[in-house]
């Protein structure tokens, strides 16, 4: 369901299974280091999962090539491992929506 980027720890993927299951951190993903940007959006198109970032690069990206894959995109500041889980558990609604829907490619999450 969700693809963590590299600067999300990955720790959260343990914390976010019961919530989101299938999370996945890039680093434990098989991509060939150093992981680049395309190589996570590829991977996320092909496993139809949503990239979690804090990395506007991201949203470059979905301007230039549209969707899918879809982007969460974390504006919460340098937050703890733990604060970026809440974060993300207390908009479960919001990113389920986002994976519903055939006309939103983005969903911003601020702190």
Known sequence: MLL???NLSWRLVRTLQSDFPGTLHSSDAGL??????QHIWNL??????????????FLH???QKGFPPKVILL????????????????????????MRS?????LEIYG
């Open 32 to 37: 060939q280091k150093p992981i680049s940007d």
């Open 4 to 6: 963590l980027d590299e």
């Open 61 to 63: 990206i979905l301007m």
């Open 44 to 57: 996320a198109k092909r496993t139809d999962k949503m990239i979690v970032t804090n990395d506007e690069d």
């Open 75 to 98: 504006k919460i500041g340098n937050a703890a491992t733990h604060q970026v889980a809440d974060t993300l558990t207390r908009h479960r609604n919001d990113i389920f929506e986002l």
């Open 102 to 106: 055939d006309l939103l490619g983005i």
